[in-house]
């Protein structure tokens, strides 16, 4: 177990629908990132937040937002949802958010968009 | 632009061998770190071992040790005495602020 929290486990939802990833980092960990896993993309970074600040974009599309709440969990808000936004989709977390700083994966939310 | 090389899309591993998984990467940066991950068929991502650009000797963790050749940008990840349980999907990645992540190498490992 990383410390690392993602709720829903699952999510099956149609095309064109609005859903929200929730994720809860490490406790004293200041940094968390969302990250996509498909079968034809691989892994790929979406978006970082430091602290409740936007830190860094990855390849996040339009249709989809993230924020970083004070108590420090933080949201993916994905809508106008496609099929090929079929993904599990993880939240790491870090210490600080540097290089040199291990990231600890959540488990992860599977979505399937029918 | 970061980017990783994972050459080995499967491997097979009798129990109780070694088993050598490549990991080459390019970036212009002088910082970086780099790191394996295990994903086994649940799904989770597992840190297994992290690599620091900077640091002379190469990291170890229990059974996984990395063989780091700076100079030839690879960071090869050796596990040693193979488990059923090593089975899964292994990924390199590098980090300057978010992780970069190879596209993964399969070890199967055989009673």
């Known amino acids: 177990d990383s410390g690392v929290t993602q709720t829903p486990k699952h999510l099956i939802t149609a095309t064109g629908q609005r859903v929200t990833l929730r994720c809860s980092p490490r406790?004293?960990?200041?940094?968390v990132y969302w990250y996509q896993q498909s079968l034809d993309q691989g892994l790929q970074f979406l978006i970082q937040?430091?602290?409740?600040?936007?830190?860094a974009k990855g390849n996040i599309l339009e249709r989809f937002s993230a924020q970083q709440f004070p108590d420090l969990h933080s949201e993916l808000n994905l809508s106008s949802l496609e099929l090929g936004d079929s993904a599990l989709y993880f939240c790491?977390?870090?210490?600080?958010?540097?290089?040199?700083?291990?990231?600890?994966f959540g488990p992860g939310t599977r979505l399937t968009v029918l | 632009a970061q980017k990783i090389t994972q050459t080995q899309p499967g491997m097979f591993v009798q129990e109780k061998e070694a088993v050598t998984l490549d990991c080459t990467y390019d970036?212009?940066?002088?910082?970086?770190?780099l790191f394996w991950y295990k994903q086994p068929s649940s799904g989770e991502m597992i840190f297994l071992i992290y690599?620091?650009?900077?640091?002379?000797q190469n990291a170890t963790e229990g059974r996984y040790s990395l063989n780091f050749q700076k100079a030839r940008k690879s960071a090869n990840l050796v596990i040693s005495a193979s488990q059923l349980g090593d089975s899964a999907m292994y990924f390199c990645?590098?980090?300057?602020?978010?992780?970069?992540f190879g596209a993964g190498t399969t070890v199967t490992v055989r009673a």
């Open positions: 790491a977390s870090s210490q600080l958010a540097g290089n040199r700083n291990e990231q600890f």
């Open positions: 406790s004293g960990d200041l940094s």
């Open positions: 937040y430091y602290n409740g600040e936007e830190r």
């Open positions: 970036t212009s940066d002088q910082s970086y770190g």
């Open positions: 690599q620091g650009s900077y640091d002379e």
């Open positions: 990645a590098i980090n300057d602020y978010k992780l970069s």
